[in-house]
């Protein structure tokens, strides 16, 4: 066995009694020098317990290994059994043979240090480097993640630093050790779809310079191809399947494999829309977007304010009943203003948004992102849903609890849920009650703010085709945000394509997909981790997205459009 | 609620703070219905500064009273003060808090001016300055506690609240079109029960304290009644020769004290989820 | 606005605001202004005699101009006059308060430096035995009342060593630094135990919660020694809210030196201000109480400052 790394019956629990408690049951795998494993599961399946486990940092989070055995060969070439080390031979291999990067940046770099400080301390803990020496191989190594202007970085403190930044910054300080096994334990997921792609650029180039195994965890099957040469797919703490990325993706042997490549959205350019469209036929718009212009105040003083946010500058767009508009773009873009203003809930600085008065009161009603966070935890169902209508004027009547259990039932969940509480319920159960709550109204408009983004993927599925199907039984109008494509394709009619709070590109969604115009459309669909696409090389591209903030009184310059087919019209770029 | 009270029954912490509360109310409540062993006031003047004994359980003072009897009603005193101060403290600095951060702006501003003016001062400061204003006495060492402790309150509903105000739960609300009165009572003061529940049992501690410490000043319930903190100060001449007239006052109030910080550690540990996840 | 900028502006306000609330209190005394100025003395006064009195103190005045004239006399350090020392209020508390300042600092730098070691101990050595006893102790601490403390240190002090300490004098720190310590050595334990246990407390579930932050285990996985961990990684951001609470606590501390005081005889500014209640004199009960809260206001606008220095997120923006 001349491999790196061999586990063998990995076991892992948790909690007062770790044998009765375990979250990894039994996982074996091989990682040769070089190669990199991706380990593929949803939330609950084990995979961050068992890369924790390697350099055995679940002991710091309660977690203990009741069995199995971790062998790594070390740079010596003796062979450790991790599983079984004692906290000072652990110290060794930390940060020299294994190096680790985390999934928020944000939280997992020390926000009292500078960067340059933790960067250095990493070269003084693996290679004894101090002073001067330290600080050019801080240097050295800022330069080769890509951070622009290094010199000058080093004195930064994280906050002042973007995600894919701070991200960079945690790769470098796991470099500086030239370790010969790097764990990824979900380094992408918190980051936006572009940058996320310059992150895996930078690992697959490093992986190439330096020679260094990789194993690279991650839910998305999609992104885990383009990098990993074996993968496995973990569930409920078994690997339920292993093998070369090829073999695995094209020829899956268990169900949940199976089930995993079903559910999991593919992006496929525009060959899987609906073709449900209801523009053929002229109809008047039930919801009119003219010019919305958002704008927050920034710089606390007293009664000039030093500058604004241009959230959302000069947005137009209509939705006409039954259709799905997707508005995809990365954070920061404006979309999830945008729609919180077509709600009244940002107060808008210009512009007009015309609604037309259609089956209710209120006929536009929004489902949050975070199911956790859009139900209060202290109200049990009957009250959530009772909430919507007991504040237009309806009474707690039989036709009241009548409508809750009619809705229920269509969305999919059971009668005795009414005297449940939220946190009785799954991720996905709990979107469903947003779902069913903001029907309550008999709505005329829905809008899904990144409504399925925080779910699992099989359960992302599910409640898509739930949408689906409720808007075809009530002829709702979908605004979808999100900034996931390969989810939009899925459930789009028509996109809008949003950047730096403006629209770039909007039209048909088959269009837009297929044949994209504007530069950053583009560069946003190359971004798209994609199991067809993953023989294609991620290019390293550097571009930063541009700040909002801009001096008061500024104007932006009059949008000019081109038209690009029947429905595809793209904003007109300055040529650089 | 029950199901609270069980989760603190099974908390260590929590279980020997409620134990402690329920044996002081218990004293209090007997206390007050005069269920004494001997009558509080009664001076018994052949047994003075006599030493604990079968009848006299806690021994007797200088004039020949009876010790027990006369804790049993400070504790009495100690209680009512504590509850009654609290109870005010946190009707006002509650709806000061939640309408400070409710309607924010000027508002928030002017209310928290306020409320720092009246923190400038040192808590025993404040009430010493009230009771130079209005003399000595119970109803003002209740009305000196809550003035100190209303802005304490105000603080500690005004930051959640305002957190609360953020989350998506409120402007799901508001899309719907919720009064105002709704979405401050069932989504945020529902939410706010947890810190406050926590804050109360502390200040209830906290006012316990403060109760003794101004009657051992002299300043709080005025003599013949009895008080524990006066009892404590009449015993330092007395230290030497009858040492159990300073001992167990001074563990009743630090035993009063202690179940309710036990109590108020307790369901902060059973509330908090942070700390929850920390032992996850 | 900047946080720095923000709190030296709402300072005087506060300030103001305090002045106020001080100047109105003595004000809503029942009873007449001269008796309230001159105590029982004011009986043997003549109504003439009464009336110039009116005069001179400015009672005849408005609210509000007889408050604009107090806050000028303020400025220029005039408190008016004590009917019990019969000098001027200011000159009094001047005379009291280095025994204040130097009681309350002895009594922070045992709190602090018997707490956060402390703390930081139990924390690294969580749910294992010097853990709990450390917990229990704190929660023990923080339940007794200074004054409780106070009379068990005399009671064993005269009983087992038959020593009592020394009470009425004082001797400054810069006349005899060591006998002025020895002096306040006892009432410094005295008001800082409890105050130590609550440094305790909470220097240590600050960092149990620093060491469950993700950027703890960052550092664990560069393989960085317990010892750093700990003092390197964690410390200063577990110092934070140390710090911030110790501010509020300072409150207490000046607080409760007027019990400590009462208890050890001390002639500070604490005792000045029992007894200027217990006798009635109001100059003297408005000068000390307005001062106190000028210290205790400053004391915190310093915390705050200190909290500017641990946090670069406050001391430096998002750029």
Known sequence: MSGLLSVRDLRVGFGQNPKANEVVKGVSFDLGPGETLGIVGESGSGKSVSALSINRLVDFGGGRITHGSIQLTRSDGTVLDVAKADEKTLLGIRGRDVGMIFQEPMTSLNPVHTVGAQIEEAFRLSKGLTGAQAHRATLDVLGRVRIPDAQSRLGYYPHQLSGGMRQRIMIAMALAASPRLLIADEPTTALDVTVQAQIMALLAELREETGMAMIFITHDIGLVAGIADRIMVMQNGFAVEQGETDGVLDNPQHEYTKHLLRAVPHFTSGKAVRDDGRRAEPQEPIVKVDNLVVRFPVGKAWFKPKGAIHAVDGVSFDLVPGETLAIVGESGCGKSTTARALLGLNSKTRGEIFTEAGRSVRPVQMVFQDPFASLNPRLNVEALLAEPALANGQRRDDALRERMTFLLDRVGLPQDALTRYPHQFSGGQRQRLCIARALMLNPDVVVLDEAVSALDVSVQAKVLELLVDLQAEFGLAYLFISHDMAVVERIAHRIAVMFAGQIVEMGEARAVLSDPQHSYTKRLIAAVPAIERRKQRFAVDMTQVPSLVRPPGFEPPPAQWREAGDDHRVRVEDTP | MGKLFSSLFRHPSGRIGLVIIGLYLLAAILGTLGLTPHDPLKLFAIDRLKAPSETYWFGTDLLGRDAFSRLMVGIRQSMLIAFASVAIATVAGTIIGLLSAWWGGIWDGIFMRVMDVLLAFPAILLALLIIAIVGPGTMTSVAAIAIVYTPIFARVVRGPALSLKQRDFVDAARTFGSSQGYVLTRHLLLNLVAPLAVQVTLALAWALLTEAGLSFLGLGTQPPTPSLGLMLAESRNLMTHAPWLMIFPAVTIMLGILGFNLTGDALRDILDPRTQRREA | ?319
């Open chain 3, 1 to 319: 606005m900047s946080y720095v900028a923000q709190r030296l502006l709402t300072f005087p306000l506060i300030l103001l605001g305090v002045s106020i609330l001080v100047f109105v209190a003595i004000r809503l005394v029942p009873g007449d202004a001269i008796t309230a100025m001159l105590g029982t003395e004011a009986g043997l006064l003549t109504p003439a005699q009464r009336e110039a009195l009116s005069v001179y103190f400015g009672i005849d005045q408005p609210i509000w101009a007889q408050y604009l004239r107090w806050l000028t006399g303020l400025f220029q350090g005039d408190l008016g006059i004590s009917s019990i020392y019969g000098k001027p209020v200011f000159t009094v508390i001047l005379e009291r308060f280095p025994l204040t300042l130097q009681l309350s600092l002895m009594s922070m730098v045992i709190a602090l430096s018997v707490g956060v070691p402390l703390g930081v101990l139990a924390a690294s050595r969580n749910e294992r035995p010097s853990d709990l006893v450390v917990r229990v102790l704190a929660m023990l601490g923080q339940s007794t009342p200074n004054f409780v403390v106070g009379i068990l240190i005399i009671y064993v002090l005269s009983v087992f060593f038959g020593f009592v300490p020394a009470m009425g004098t004082f001797t400054p720190l810069f006349v005899d630094p060591l006998a002025s310590i020895g002096q306040l050595i006892f009432p410094a334990i005295t008001l800082g135990f409890a105050f130590a246990a609550s440094v305790t407390r909470i220097s240590r579930s600050a960092m149990l919660d620093v060491l469950s932050d993700d950027y703890v285990r960052t550092a664990r996985s560069k393989g960085a020694t317990p010892m750093s961990v700990i003092w390197h990684h964690a410390l200063p951001n577990a110092l934070i809210p140390v710090v911030t609470l110790s501010g509020v606590e300072f409150g207490y501390l000046l607080g409760g030196a007027v019990i400590v005081e009462q208890i050890f005889a001390l002639p500070g500014l604490g005792r000045l201000v029992l007894d200027a209640i217990t006798q009635r004199d109001y100059a003297l009960v408005q000068g000390t109480v307005l001062f106190i809260a000028f210290n205790f206001l400053v004391v915190n606008l310093l915390v705050d400052l200190t909290y500017v220095a641990l946090d670069p997120r406050i001391r430096i923006g998002r750029r």
